[in-house]
């Protein structure tokens, strides 16, 4: 009997516990329900518009170009005796490349030459014969006639030498097509002939040689731009960059603008030009071209993060001074390493940056931390809308 009383008791102050713990747990339970109900605040993270000078670049693929490049092709058709350069190698303007068969030439300017040794001694006897006839004349040996025969041989003779001096200068230049060189300083391609073979005026380039310090990137703006290009750099030598797929840059100058748009495409054909004394441009390569066309000298800024995209506006949330957060329609015109300048705000103001994804106009937030300038919190960009 006094067994079951104890257990009969231990088991009521166990009810007696539980009891008490579910009451304290309902009822905190119900004070930190009631507590989160009435903060709805949400946490955000905010930033200032501000006031600053803005560039305007333009970003659009190019593809570099030689500046000069040469077709290298023979003028006379002959056999290749020798060839003094290697594939890819670096030639100097006027440096040999090509000797071709010259014995034919050499005997021709040899010939010639002979020629001109007989008729110079032509040339020499009748000058003879007329100084001889003169003094006959003088002493009224032989008649007028006779010198003024003798006077046409030796202005003959020295046509006839006239004549094969011109004839030699002719062989030599001949004789000289047969030794090719570079008309210009560059990097040679492939060799397209071997010794033995025949080299043709009119047949495929022997080789060719493209000039790669200084080289240009040719690419097109929109024609839009012209028009801001031309009143920023009124000499067109504008600044340009190009960005390597490494990631490197290489600075430059805009060096020709077409003097036509492409009325098909309504963009305009530029070049720029680039030392490239480490040949880190290659013709035909393909580079990222960027060229500030104007600056903006006091336009408002915000991080380009901060602009939300909805289905037909381009948006912001401002916070105001009850922490309540309204949206505010912008226009973006254009966006610069993580900054974006934009119309419809002014400077100062307060823009949500983080945790907008789930705000609505009214939604009462709370700030974290302390909102900083615009250009402190940017965050750079791949592509530039304008």
Not at 125 to 151: C, Y
Not at 346 to 370: M, S, T, Y
């Amino acid at each position: 009997m006094h067994l079951n009383l104890k257990y009969v008791l231990i088991a009521a102050g166990v009810v007696a516990l539980g009891a008490g713990a579910a009451y304290y747990v309902m009822h905190f339970d119900r004070k930190a329900v009631a507590s989160k109900a009435r903060d709805t605040s949400q946490s955000v993270k905010t930033v200032l518009s501000e006031r600053k000078s803005m560039p305007i670049t333009i970003a659009v693929n190019g593809n570099v170009v030689a500046i000069n490049t040469v077709d290298v092709r023979p003028q006379i058709q002959n056999v290749v005796r020798a060839i003094h350069v290697v594939e890819g190698q670096q030639v100097r303007a006027g440096q040999l490349l090509f000797t071709l068969d010259e014995r034919g030439d050499a005997s021709a300017v040899a010939k010639a030459q002979a020629q001109l040794a007989k008729d110079r001694a032509d040339l020499e006897d009748a000058e003879s014969a007329l100084k001889r006839n003169q003094d006959l004349l003088a002493k009224n040996f032989v008649s007028q006639a006779v010198v003024d025969t003798a006077r046409s041989r030796v202005e003959a003779a020295r046509s006839v030498i006239r004549a094969d001096q011109a004839g030699i200068e002719a062989s030599d230049v001949a004789l000289g097509y047969n030794r090719i060189a570079a008309s210009i300083s560059g990097r040679i391609g492939a060799i397209a002939v071997h010794v033995g073979s025949l080299a043709q005026p009119g047949g495929v380039p022997m080789l060719t040689i493209s000039q790669l310090d200084p080289i240009a990137v040719g690419f097109a703006v929109p024609e839009r731009e012209l028009a801001n290009i031309v009143t920023t750099y009124s000499k067109l030598d504008a600044p340009v960059s190009v960005q390597l797929p490494n990631g490197q840059a290489i600075e430059g100058k805009l060096s020709f603008v077409d003097n036509a748009a492409d009325a098909a495409t309504g963009t305009i054909r530029m070049k720029a030009q680039f030392a490239n004394p480490q040949k880190l441009l290659w013709p035909g390569a393909f580079v990222n071209v960027r060229l500030i066309s104007r600056t903006l000298p006091a336009a408002v800024v915000v991080p380009a993060q901060a602009i939300i995209t909805g289905p037909s506006e381009q948006f912001v949330y401002l916070v105001r001074p009850d922490s309540t957060v309204q949206s505010r329609k912008v226009d973006i015109v254009t966006i610069e390493n993580g900054l974006a300048a934009v119309s419809g705000l002014e400077p100062g103001q307060r823009v949500v940056l983080e945790g907008a994804q789930n705000l609505r106009p009214g939604a009462k937030v709370k700030e974290i931390g302390q909102a900083l300038p615009a250009t402190e919190n940017a965050r750079p960009q791949q592509k530039n809308p304008s």
